[in-house]
């Protein structure tokens, strides 16, 4: 693919079966970006800001200047960027 791949295109990236996770799009979330104190589990930024945090690395990135491919990975963006490398990802709480 030149750009983004469509879900499912490579094979689970670990044991458990997960795909998808990394690579293809940076993933807005919801947060703000700025300091993350000492929360270590989940972190959810700042109450209000002027740029939302974005994880993930995407298509993009290389590593002579986004060396990010990693879920660890955080970067800003204002809430009105559109571009193709940036997508969001739907989740719901799972049923027991």
């Not at 799009?25 to 970006?33: I, K, L, P, R, S």
């Not at 000492?38 to 995407?58: F, H």
Request: glycine content about 10%.
């Amino acid at each position: 693919w030149a750009f983004v791949a469509p879900a499912g295109s490579y094979p689970a990236q670990t044991s458990t079966g997960l795909h998808d996770m990394i690579g293809n799009v940076w993933e807005w979330v919801a947060d703000w970006h700025g300091a993350r104190g000492d929360v270590l589990r989940d972190p959810t930024g700042p109450a209000s800001g002027t740029e939302r945090l974005k994880k993930g690395g995407s298509f993009l990135c290389h590593k002579s200047y986004c060396y990010r491919y990693r879920s660890a990975a955080r970067h800003k963006n204002t809430p009105d960027s559109a571009t193709s490398n940036n997508g969001f990802r739907c989740a719901a709480d799972a049923v027991d």
